[in-house]
């Protein structure tokens, strides 16, 4: 992968970036995504954000060479804290992370999310933290991906500010509204192997001494296979 031959994972994210945006690309690695859309043309200005010295020199380094030192700006900082409110920042990618960490950066720099039009977010797992966020912080889920790379299944969330109030049913919140509506065979892919392993972990917990912690836990995975049986009524994942 390069800023070029992007992944299939980070190509999909790009499209989901409107023309001219000005984005920020939080933790950004070696700038690929952001190099990415100031060549095709779909970002005027980026901001590259990222908290970990070697990738922040990697990401500069990268900048350099494409020769876009002129509009791409490389910070390395924690989160949001990359976005200075004069980089009038439109679109925020935030890839390549858990869901959990995704929200807690969201909610930790909320209020530089001002003026922010559209937030692209690709979790590695766990999104359903990012939509639990999204219904409690006034953003409305606009579109959703998902996607298989090298063996690996991935989901892409799309988030526009609302002033309306949102809300997801626990299905919605686990499975995703939009994919919910489409599932397609990914979909399908996705939850079954979540399904086989949720199952197998149910099985060792019921052979674990039942503590507070572990009931909490197999309570709540039982309510996932309830969900999952819903939803796979017909199919039986
Ligand atoms: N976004 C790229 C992608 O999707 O291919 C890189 C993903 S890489 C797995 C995650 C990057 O995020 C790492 O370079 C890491 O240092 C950075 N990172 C993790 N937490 C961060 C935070 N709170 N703020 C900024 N960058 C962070």
């Known amino acids: 992968m390069n800023a070029q031959q992007l992944s299939v994972r980070l190509m999909k994210v790009a499209e989901h970036v409107q023309p001219g945006a000005v984005v920020a ?10 190099c990415y859309l100031l060549h095709n043309g ?8 990222e908290i970990v010295k070697g990738p922040y ?9 494409e020769g876009l030192e002129g509009k791409i700006t ?15 920042i439109t679109a925020v990618t935030i890839a390549g992370m858990g869901g959990s960490l995704i929200a807690s ?16 977010l690709q979790p590695n797992v766990h999104a359903q933290a990012i939509r639990l966020w999204a219904v409690q912080n006034g953003w409305r889920i606009v579109a959703e ?18 002033a309306e109030e949102v809300q ?5 919140l686990l499975f995703g509204p939009k994919l919910l509506q489409d599932q397609n065979d ?44 819903e939803v796979f009524a017909d199919e039986n994942p």
């Open 57 to 65: 020199e990697s990401a500069k380094k990268q900048v350099r060479e």
């Open 168 to 172: 997801l049913d626990a299905k919605q």
């Open 105 to 120: 950066i969201l909610e930790e720099g909320k209020s530089r999310l001002a003026g922010v039009e559209r937030l692209i």
């Open 25 to 34: 690309d939080i933790g950004s690695d070696h700038a690929y995504l952001a």
């Open 186 to 229: 990914i979909f399908k892919e996705k939850w079954k192997r979540e399904a086989t392993q949720w199952k197998a972990i149910a099985e060792r917990l019921e052979n674990t001494e039942e503590t507070e912690d572990i009931r909490t836990k197999k309570e709540q995975l039982l309510e996932k296979i309830a969900l999952m049986e």
């Open 74 to 88: 490389v910070r390395l900082a924690p989160g949001l804290e990359a976005v200075e409110p004069e980089d009038g």
């Open 145 to 162: 991906d998902i996607l298989k790379e090298k063996d690996k299944i991935y989901e892409i969330l799309v988030l526009e500010p609302t």
């Open 42 to 49: 779909s970002a005027s200005r980026a901001v590259a954000g």
